[in-house]
């Protein structure tokens, strides 16, 4: 069984330039997480997602993070315009539900220079 | 407010010993579950097991066991038999409603 998909593995940009990561979640895996962490800490929840509906986003700076689940199966995270502070890897996981246990794709790391 | 602590930033062992990395928690929440996750170098986050607020058996899953002790609000989670794979960084997390929040995690090196 394929795991969480994410892609680019790397992504270097400039400031105020965008960037979108892509995810592809365990087939049949309902609900969708996108975490932030930055080096040396744990994880940090952006965006939730139950089928196409997010569902937790109170973590998401909507001034410039978006998000979109269409069809309730892949997900794209963008950043519109990226700051130096975004420097980070992303994280996407996925679950049967939000009370079972999470597995995460290998995550993309973000440089803003 | 709900939290996870983990105390030990980093942890040594010998290959072959246990090794135990501690996680406190704290909700007011009845129902909630606790988690441990595996992060190596490669970045991938890999699910190693799950105790239930309810479950009244400690949690194993081969080489790793959970050490759960509700009333202290604890979830160690505790390795048999290192191997030198093991190193990594752990974090504990907790879901609580359907938040999954995650602690600050522990670097384990496992020395041969």
């Known amino acids: 069984e394929a795991g969480v998909v994410q892609s680019p593995r790397y992504k270097i940009i400039e400031k105020k330039q965008p960037v979108a990561f892509w995810c592809n979640p365990i087939?049949?895996?309902?609900?969708l997480y996108w975490y932030l962490q930055n080096l040396g800490q744990g994880p940090e929840l952006l965006i939730r997602y139950e089928n196409e509906e997010a569902v937790d986003d109170s973590q998401l700076p909507k001034d410039r993070f978006s998000a979109e689940r269409l069809k309730g199966v892949d997900s794209t995270l963008k950043i519109q315009p990226a700051e130096l502070g975004d420097s980070a890897v992303y994280l996407c996981a996925s679950s049967l539900n939000p009370y079972t246990e999470a597995f995460f794709g290998q995550g993309t790391r973000l440089t803003v220079v | 407010a709900q939290k996870i602590t983990q105390t030990q930033p980093g942890m040594f062992v010998q290959e072959k010993e246990a090794v135990t990395l501690d996680c406190t928690y704290d909700?007011?929440?009845?129902?909630?579950?606790l988690f441990w996750y595996k992060q190596p170098s490669s970045g991938e986050m890999i699910f190693l097991i799950y105790q239930g607020s309810y479950d009244e058996q400690n949690a194993t899953e081969g080489r790793y066991s959970l050490n759960f002790q509700k009333a202290r609000k604890s979830a160690n989670l505790v390795i048999s038999a290192s191997q030198l794979g093991d190193s990594a960084m752990y974090f504990c997390a907790m879901r609580y409603g359907n938040k999954l929040v995650f602690g600050a995690g522990t670097i384990l090196r496992v020395k041969s």
């Open positions: 087939s049949g895996h309902n609900t």
């Open positions: 909700t007011s929440d009845q129902s909630y579950g």
